[in-house]
């Protein structure tokens, strides 16, 4: 166990399965950097976006660690044939507004063809990227989409992305990249489908959804101090979602608070309120709610900082929001 | 390719009668997909269109589960979900086509580097239509195999049409030419003949599997039919021009090849005969199949049956 900040747990993880599994191939463009100059000694020039893959070339060499051209519909639609063929490819799609370019092969090819082959074939990708916009990802049955919200769940859901025949796309937030937490040395993973509950609470249960499981432990704590007891739940995966847990979590308390850095309509967050609102709908004391961005098409990175903090939900929008729908900001209800 | 001919003439009538969907036809471009299928070994690849009956017929697949998996069965090759675009059978290497025009060549690049990772004496071949060749991903997947030199064909059935639209009117230049761009080997070919389409996929696959890339494979040919089976297609097409292409007809045209090389007529007429009987079996078993039940739907979205039906 070490205190490991997130784009290192990131980089640890591949560097573990790479050599656990000789049928693991990375793919992105810069993933190394400075492909082919191995001769005027340039190799690892760049590492990745952000590091997540540096050194790995050097420890697995460059027939391993891909850097392609900038083409994301080729080279995801080339790892769909890799994974046809028994390899398991692990994708870099820098940012989520990328992926739009290779939709086609992401949501028609690597979505469906385990499916529509009945089983034939499958598509054992991970795809990585880092942004909030996984709702529009989230809609196509056949991909799982998973969300860490910290450097132990960034390993564990790596590895366990990795080694699952389904595919994978990995929505890591800017936010955590360089937050810190425990994480193991060795092998472990975080299981595909599961939330977790982080906090117990009974007054209202506040769901995080990546990097927003932060903002609500914070809102958590403050409403503690205002009388609120809330419960915090971590999504994790995405899609598809663990309904159970957070079904379960919602019943005891009653409420429910979605927080999300996504956009808002036809979003994550009101589906899980949707389907909270049924299957939790005898023990309901509120409507259940979400905090999102506006319906405006900002991006959260490439605002200006005075933009961007009033675009992005904090916490204590989240603790407004909790206090509003327990109808009083004291004591139990 | 009396095969590919007349398992669409058996669907057409058989599936006209029982309201089942026909797809996209292929009759006229027969000699593309069998010219390039039998150039092929066993453990190759090979990527379809959204026409693409015809190529599964040409590698091999199982012709009564193709039958039934047209007809929407849960006994077809892929439980009645894939249909004609979709249907897969690995095992013969027939890895499916595609809806999105194009939509297959990177998958092709993908499987020709698994081959090439792998050490293996095997290639990929994707289909794609004179359409495909102006989609931004024809020159993703070019690309792709061309600097990494992978194991692949691109084969271009130039049908001279993109549903309605002629390849004059919406493809620049010659597009055997685009191989040159990428610096790959190309050639163009009479797609009428089985014979040179033959010959040119088994010199592009003996450069693939010796290391020396891609070949960029256009081959002209023709759809007798519209682009789906009903669709008018005098109101784009010459009566002149179609005659002159049924003139060609690649089925005909590799019989006189063969009755001039002595072959005997009588065995000739036996092959086509042998395939309508055995195409005729097929949708007979086609009809009687058992219909899709909803574990036919709603399974296997995922490998981990943990992930379905939430």
Redesign the interface.
Known sequence: MSRTKYWKACNDALRQEMARDRSV?VLGEDVAGAPGRAGDGFVDAWGGPFGITRGLIKEFGP?RVRD??I?E???????????????R?WVDIMFTELMPVAW??LT??IA???????????MPITVKTFGECYSAVCHF??L?CVAPSDAYTAKGLTVAAIR???PVVIFDSLKLLRSQAEVPDGDYLVE??RARVLRAGTDVTLLGIGATTALCLQAAAELEQAGLSAEVADLLTLA??D?PTVTESVRKTGRLVVVDFDHPSCGLATDICARITRTAWDRLLAAPVTVTPPPVPAMGMDASAAMAAMYLPDAAGVVATATKIAGTGSGRL | MSLCREFETTLVAYASKDGQPIGHPQAGQEAVAAGVCAALVPGDRVLSTHRAHGHAVAIGCDLDRLALELYGSGEGTCRGRAGEMYVSQPDVGYFGGTQIVAGNLPMATGLALAAKLSGRDRIAVAFVGDGGVNQGVFGEAVNLAAIWSLPVIFVVENNGYAQTTSTEYATAGRIVDRGAAYGISSAAVDGQSALQVHDVVREARQRAVRGDGPTLVEARTYRYEGHYYGDQHRRYRTQAEFESWLARDPISLLRRVAVESGVDEGALAAITTQARDKCVAAFERARAGREAMLADLLDGVFTDPSLDRR
């Open positions: 191939i027939e392609t051209p083409s519909a080729g080279f995801l639609g080339l790892a769909a044939g890799l994974a046809a063929d028994g390899y490819p086609d092969q028609n090819r469906r063809t385990h499916y529509l082959s009945a089983g034939q074939l499958q049955p056949g799982v699952s025949d389904d595909l489908g598809p979602w309904v």
